[in-house]
């Protein structure tokens, strides 16, 4: 059974930066795919980028291609999401989740999410 947490959001200015980690419990992290997701207010929930076990990378979202980038480290089982020039449309939610192998649509573990807000 795998656990997510996410941490690192918070509020900040327009064009400012943020960095969300998810950190992941139990057994066989290299295994899943990690997606970052988020969910605005009023609005359903969206993929915004995705890694595989095997470091591939796919962005569902394409308004963040170029401000977002994810990483995942292995040993300390994370996968952060480091975002730039953050815009206020970006203000969400943010979510993790896993699922087995590859990146798709149908994700089995959740974190708690964690709120990000960007305004002046």
């Known amino acids: 059974q795998l656990q997510l947490v996410e941490s690192g959001g918070g509020l900040v200015q327009p064009g400012g930066s943020l960095k969300l980690s998810c950190a992941a419990s139990?057994?066989?992290?290299?295994?899943?795919?990690i997606g970052w997701f988020r969910q605005a207010p009023g609005k359903e929930r969206e993929g915004v980028v995705c890694?595989?076990?095997?470091?591939?990378?796919?962005f569902p979202t394409t308004t963040v291609k170029g401000r977002f980038t994810i990483s995942r480290d292995l040993a300390k089982n994370t996968v952060d999401l480091q975002m730039n020039n953050l815009q206020p449309e970006d203000t969400a939610v943010y979510y993790c989740?896993?699922?087995?192998?590859?990146?798709?649509?149908?994700?089995?573990?959740w974190g708690q999410g964690t709120q990000v807000t960007v305004s002046s």
């Open positions: 989740g896993a699922r087995s192998l590859y990146c798709g649509s149908e994700f089995n573990y």
């Open positions: 890694i595989n076990g095997s470091f591939g990378i796919t």
């Open positions: 139990g057994p066989s992290f290299g295994y899943y795919a």
